[in-house]
């Protein structure tokens, strides 16, 4: 399918696309970072994942053609390969055993973006800030690492008001968890901030 794919680069800023666009390509990252978000009924925006060097997305319209569920924003210079979802089709009737790889990733995916909406109505804000700065670590080394977004961006992230997620910060910077800089957090605790997470699972 390599053969194919289409290279598209985005600059910082630039939507590949839109929630509510027709989806009629399955993209992978080459190289960069894209953000997914989507609206809510009232406006606002609701970041649910980042995405990194060889991740795939795209893949729900395969199999259930509609508008896309999601915006997808470069939030640095990034580079995709993107395939028609034609063509992706007429490679699986010759491979089939990649469309069984398919509906896992799709099956993942829809999961996923459930249990990140079902977050935002029952868990708690520092629940749900402490889990959201823990999955964007992941793969950084935790202990130490450092998350380059703003406290506004976090916000997004966490379905919350800037003001409400920079009071949960500043308790936390307190507390040692947590160190602030311009645009960036470095995490300092890691456990407490799991302990955090873990405090109002249900």
């Given at each position: 399918m390599i053969k194919l794919a289409q290279e598209k680069t985005l600059k910082k800023g630039e939507v590949l696309f839109e929630q509510g666009d027709t989806g009629d390509?399955?993209?992978?990252?080459?190289?960069?970072?894209?953000?997914?978000?989507?609206?809510?009924?009232d406006g606002r925006?609701?970041?649910?994942?980042?995405?990194?060097?060889?991740?795939?997305?795209?893949?729900?319209?395969?199999?259930?053609?509609?508008?896309?569920?999601?915006?997808?924003?470069?939030?640095?210079?990034?580079k995709v390969w993107g395939i028609k979802n034609a063509d992706v089709l007429a490679a699986l009737r010759n491979e089939p055993e990649l469309g069984v790889d398919m509906i896992q990733l799709a099956g993942q995916r829809m999961r996923w973006m459930?249990?990140?909406?079902?977050?935002?109505?029952?868990?708690?804000?520092?629940?749900?800030?402490?889990?959201?700065?823990?999955?964007?670590?992941?793969?950084?080394?935790?202990q130490s690492?450092?998350?380059?977004?703003?406290?506004?961006?976090?916000?997004?992230?966490?379905?919350?008001?800037?003001?409400?997620?920079?009071?949960t910060l500043a308790v936390w910077k307190r507390e040692g968890t947590i160190d602030l800089g311009r645009g960036a957090l470095r995490i300092l605790d890691a456990d407490n901030l799991r302990k955090i997470s873990e405090s109002a699972n249900i």
């Open positions: 390509s399955l993209y992978a990252i080459a190289t960069g970072a894209l953000e997914f978000s989507v609206l809510s009924e925006k609701l970041s649910l994942d980042v995405m990194r060097d060889g991740a795939m997305f795209g893949e729900i319209a395969l199999f259930d053609p509609g508008p896309r569920t999601a915006t997808v924003m470069a939030i640095e210079p990034t459930g249990q990140q909406l079902r977050d935002q109505v029952f868990l708690p804000l520092p629940t749900r800030l402490a889990q959201k700065i823990l999955y964007l670590a992941d793969g950084h080394g935790v690492s450092t998350i380059k977004l703003s406290q506004s961006e976090l916000a997004e992230f966490v379905g919350a008001s800037r003001e409400a997620v920079s009071k």
